[in-house]
């Protein structure tokens, strides 16, 4: 059975820095894209950062470029999510997400992910 478990969430101040990590038990094809959607309260979940091995692109939200750095480290199964600079309206829960497609694709359509982790909350205070 396919998992994602997310962890690095928290409360941090404004303009404070959190890690998110994301670790797959397994992965169920050799090319995948892998990354996080957020859903802020009140909000529809929308892709914030995505990788790919397919091509080795990224995807990263507008509100978040420039801000945030989405890595992989293959030997480990784990994708992390540097976030700096963090901002009140980027509190949200931060899902983890595992699809079959490029990170670009994947950054706009939640319909091809294939897999998803419970979620991680990040608080950020003024």
């Known amino acids: 059975e396919v998992q994602l478990v997310e962890s690095g969430g928290g409360l941090v101040q404004a303009g404070g820095s959190l890690r998110l990590s994301c670790t797959v038990s397994e992965f169920p094809y050799a090319g995948y894209g892998i990354g996080w959607f957020g859903q802020a309260p009140g909000k529809e979940r929308g892709g914030v950062s995505c990788?790919?091995?397919?091509?080795?692109?990224?995807y990263y939200a507008k509100s978040v470029k420039g801000r945030f750095t989405i890595s992989l480290d293959s030997a480990r199964n784990t994708a992390y999510l540097q976030m700096d600079s963090l901002k009140p309206e980027d509190t949200a829960v931060y899902y983890c997400a595992l699809s079959s497609t490029t990170a670009d694709a994947m950054g706009v359509m939640q319909s091809v992910v294939d897999y998803w982790g419970k979620g991680t909350l990040v608080t950020v205070s003024s």
């Open positions: 990788i790919s091995n397919i091509d080795g692109g990224t």
